[in-house]
């Protein structure tokens, strides 16, 4: 596996590369251009410019996370086309320079959403939390300012406040809309672009749906491992796999996630990870705790074994960590802090040497 830190890019992260590059053994980042709105074609130039920035500071960029999918192609609208062949363009550039693979989510109108950004811990470190009552209780305008008012100045993909001033609409747009539809739109993206990702030798890899249920009446689809199974017999091709995130396919009781990865993973179907835990507090709430088991309820052991056992060469990034150390000063983005994030990678590095070694 290649280690990995997820970086916002120039003027969209407070962490710098050079501080990520000093977490022992991390090999790169995954980023993005994240003020390019969804549907257009990324510019060449922008994208040499992102990499020569990385590789100066002594890093590898090889993942993109993410591409957004523009909201035309997961309605099936007859516009789609147009915003299907900039994805292409944008892959064909990012292939160019190096890019190997791409995270994309499938997430109608919203990317991933928790109640509370800043949950205090009783130890004095705040997490991300995820109370399904809290939300039911508010309107997706309200809780779109709640993160734009918690959030600084930084916009949360997914949840750019210019995009959600049409909010209403876009929901409006997915009522009543069956499952079945969805996954034809789905399948209609995927053979317009995995026939290209296989020419440019970049592999796809759909993030599922965080959390793994409903809000806002939205339909969530990638959230189970059937619904993995079904989005990835879309289209059979190894180019058309999974980023597997513990985190979200994990917020669902009793998913087993060492055994999806065994599944998926043996089939070369995992090209990216996302791994961290969380604490369950009932049924359907939790808060993302440090990464090692005992601070969860998930079994990282478990789950870094099914990567080693199924030989998992990917791209790995510890994920959503809590602020520590005082961070919550420093302008970071929710979740993605510098020190818990750089503890949770040191520690899935030695379990990966202990599982190495025997
Ligand atoms: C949250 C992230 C997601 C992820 C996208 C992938 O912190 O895991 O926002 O980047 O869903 O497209």
């Keep these: ?162 995009r959600l001033k049409n909010i209403r609409k876009l929901l409006d747009a997915y009522e009543g809309m069956k499952e079945e539809t969805f996954y034809a739109n789905m399948k209609y993206f995927l053979d317009a672009i995995i026939p290209h990702a296989e020419r440019l030798n970049i592999l796809m890899a759909v993030h599922p749906d965080d959390p793994p249920q409903p809000i806002f009446g939205l339909p969530k689809l990638i959230i189970s491992r059937d619904n993995v199974r079904k989005y990835l017999d879309l289209h059979p091709s190894k180019f058309n796999g999974l980023t597997l995130c513990t985190g979200s396919l994990g917020a669902k009781k009793g998913a087993d996630i060492p055994a999806m990865i065994r599944e998926f993973g043996g089939e070369g179907r995992i090209h990216f990870a996302h791994v961290r835990n969380l604490k369950f507090e009932n049924e359907t709430d939790f808060y993302e705790s440090a990464h090692p088991t005992p601070c969860g309820s998930l079994d990282m052991f478990a789950i870094m074994k099914a990567f080693h056992d199924t030989n998992f060469r990917g791209w790995i990034r510890p994920d959503h960590g809590r602020m520590i150390w005082n961070e919550e000063k420093q302008k970071r983005r929710p979740g993605y802090g510098l020190y818990d994030r750089a503890l949770g990678a040191t520690y899935l590095q030695g379990i990966w040497e202990a599982l190495g070694r025997g």
């Design 1 to 162: 596996m290649k280690m990995t830190f997820r970086w916002f890019g120039e003027g969209q992260d407070t962490i710098t590369l050079q501080e990520i590059r000093q977490i022992p053994m991390m090999t790169g980042v995954v980023t993005s251009l994240l003020d390019i709105p969804a549907g257009e074609a990324w510019q060449e130039e922008r994208i040499r410019a992102m990499k020569e920035t990385v590789s100066g500071a002594g890093l590898d960029v090889e993942v993109i996370e993410s591409v957004n999918i523009h909201e035309d192609i997961k309605l099936g609208l007859p516009s789609r086309d147009e915003k299907i062949e900039n994805y292409i363009l944008t892959m064909e550039r990012l292939a160019k320079y190096g890019i190997k693979c791409i995270c994309y989510n499938m997430m109608p109108v919203l990317d991933w959403a928790r109640s509370h950004l800043y949950y205090n811990l009783p130890d004095g470190s705040n997490t991300m939390r995820y109370e399904a009552a809290f939300i039911k209780n508010l309107s997706p305008e309200e809780l779109a300012a709640r993160y734009a008012a918690e959030s600084g100045e930084y916009e949360l993909p997914g949840w750019e406040p210019e």
